[in-house]
């Protein structure tokens, strides 16, 4: 199925049902005073996060949902049913923007998460609501509101803790496929992915990550060259960058050092010029292709001074799987020391929040001598 990670669609939910202005007549009740019900609420349009779903190619042809109406009021006290609420699914991962004015909605982060797209209208009172002992045959009654109406853009961000980084060509797509479930296309010839492709990583029968294959990146990517844009948004939600390097160079004339520290520079400069933050996340060299270097560990010596570069720095390759187990194993305990930090940190913020903690109850003595 192609991957579509964009769409936008229109939301309403449904009328309220309008109250009933009715009065109660049976053969010998004279009088019997009003008996209007209220209308029914509209149905909402509901959001839910679902793992199972993966695109947000739905939405590109379904673009308009609108929960139904709200039944009205009858008469001998009968309230209108509500109408039938609306629930659409989509990939965690996924965020909504107001189309209109661009804010950020909603971003469903995590599996099951539901929120509320466009509330239903309320329904309308019936006359039995407005009797009183000056109105024993009131007609009025109240007609249903018209449910919220929204445009919203839908975006899917990938959410995966690797995310590689890359020129087209350097190798991601070999890379994912050696050392995942992923079957990306490859070809002997400059390619680029054309849409995101997810890999289980399993290092270990009990450990496992997921790794992202991107659009590859061009100068220009931060404006919106190419696939970059899109790149560039999925990896936001990593928390590693792996960044593939192509050292092979079959053009005598040209030095592969040179060539490499262009292609790293370009990359970097995009990511600082996109965002910031994604310019501050972790970031590895991954050195492909090193199979056609006559000496590795002196190109890597040169390559890391002519970087200053003292991060981490792998050397592989992809296609002959050279190098790849060791690079698996290195993220996979990056990774889990990452969780383990971030886990301690979660639990003394809870531990700061006991219920049984005495700065937290309320001094009854005190509150006693002041009032």
Sequence with gaps: MKFVDEATIEVQGGKGGNGAASFRREKFIPKGGPDGGDGGRGGSVFAIADRNVNTLIDYRY????????GEHGRGSDQYGAAGEDIV???PVGTTIYDADTGELLFDLDHHDQQVTLAQGGQGGLGNLHFKSSINRAPRQYTNGTEGEQRKLRLELKVLADVGLLGLPNAGKSTFISQVSNARPRIADYPFTTLHPNLGVVRSSAAHSFVIADLPGLISGASEGAGLGHLFLRHLSRTRLLLHIVDVSNLDP????????VEEIET???ELRLYNPDLYKKPRWLALNKIDMLEDPSAFK??????LNWTGPVFEMSALTGQGTQALVLKIQSWLDQQQAEEQRLLDE???DFEPDDPRFKPNRQNIDQSE
């Excluded at 004339?253 to 490499?260: I, L, M, W």
């Excluded at 010596?301 to 002519?306: F, G, I, K, N, W």
């Design 62 to 69: 379904a673009r308009l949902h609108k929960g139904r109406n």
């Design 88 to 90: 659409l699914r989509f």
């Design 253 to 260: 004339e040209v030095d592969v050092v040179e060539k490499a």
């Design 267 to 269: 990359i970097v400069e």
């Design 301 to 306: 010596a040169v390559l890391c001074e002519r």
């Design 349 to 351: 913020a809870h531990a």
